[in-house]
Structures are given as C-alpha cells and as structure tokens.
C-alpha cells in the first residue's frame, strides 16, 4: 500500500484518527447504507434535515483512512447545507477526483478542505473510497431506499 503515502497528508490522516461527526444523531430524518466492495468500507449515514437545511449529520461503520476521512470531511463541509448546495458541492468534489477535463466553472468552486482529498485523484481505484459517503448521502436525501453500492 505504498502508494498511498502520497495522498496521506495531514488533513487525511488526521481525520482518520479523530473522525469528525461519527455515531449517529438524534432524531434522523434521513439516513442511508453504502458499500464499497471493491475496499470493504462500509457506512451508515444518519442525517437530520430542519427548514430545508442539514441540521446535523454523521456517521459510522468501518472502511479505509481514506473513506473515513472523506467521511469526517463531508460531515463537517455539509452542516448547514440545502440538498441542493450539497449536490453543488458533490459535483465539484466528484468531477475534481475523476474528469481529466474539470469544468472551470467547478475548479473555481472553492472547497475548503475537502480538497485535501484531490491526491486521490491520481489512484482510481480509491476515488470510490473518497466518493462512497457523498454517493450514501445523496441516497438519504433522496430517500433512496436500497443501500448505496459503488460497483
Ligand atoms: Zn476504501
């Protein structure tokens, strides 16, 4: 697994050691499974949605460092957030880790530190580990109710 030292930085380790947001919140509005069996992680997302914003959010369940720290990252960017700049937010993530042509207008979009996970940009098959919880989290929005698989 040496590859991934080059991704490892500190926000990414960091938040795989003191995952933000883990466990699940009181009185949910929304919540979702995900698997990636291509890694083996695994989540359950809880969110609690009020006034058409996302109140509160967070997650457990088991995976790589890099799907926990994506996990801990997006709770933490997602706070206060509507369904629709969650989408936003998403489309810049997921096109930023996998289109060799990123939109302008999308490389503009500042993401804080989510964009400390873009070195996973450069090993496929780990995109689907940073992508797993945004995808979960789509699904409880959407009140999708068969668990998210990324294969
Ligand atoms: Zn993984």
């Known amino acids: 697994m040496s590859d991934l030292s080059d991704i490892y930085q500190e926000v990414i380790l960091d938040h795989n050691r003191h995952p933000r947001n883990r466990?699940?919140?009181d009185h949910p509005t929304h919540k979702a499974e995900g698997y990636n069996p291509l890694c083996g992680d695994q989540l359950y997302l809880t969110l609690r949605m009020k006034d058409g914003r996302i109140e509160d959010v967070a997650?457990?369940?088991?995976?790589?460092?890099?799907?926990?720290?994506?996990?801990?990252?997006?709770?933490?960017?997602?706070?206060?957030?509507?369904?629709?700049?969650?989408?936003e937010l998403?489309?810049?993530?997921?096109?930023?880790?996998?289109d060799d042509e990123c939109p302008a207008e999308l490389?503009?979009?500042?993401?804080?530190?989510?964009?400390?996970?873009?070195?996973?940009?450069?090993?496929?098959?780990?995109?689907?580990?940073?992508?797993?919880?945004?995808?979960?989290?789509l699904a409880a929005l959407h009140e999708k109710q068969d668990p998210v698989s990324t294969e």
Do not use: N
């Open 107 to 137: 490389l503009a979009k500042d993401l804080g530190k989510l964009e400390a996970l873009q070195g996973v940009k450069e090993f496929p098959v780990r995109v689907k580990c940073a992508t797993l919880c945004w995808h979960t989290m």
């Open 23 to 25: 466990g699940v919140v």
């Open 90 to 98: 998403f489309e810049a993530f997921h096109s930023r880790l996998t």
């Open 59 to 87: 997650f457990e369940g088991h995976g790589c460092a890099i799907s926990t720290a994506s996990s801990s990252l997006m709770t933490e960017a997602l706070k206060g957030a509507t369904l629709a700049e969650a989408e």
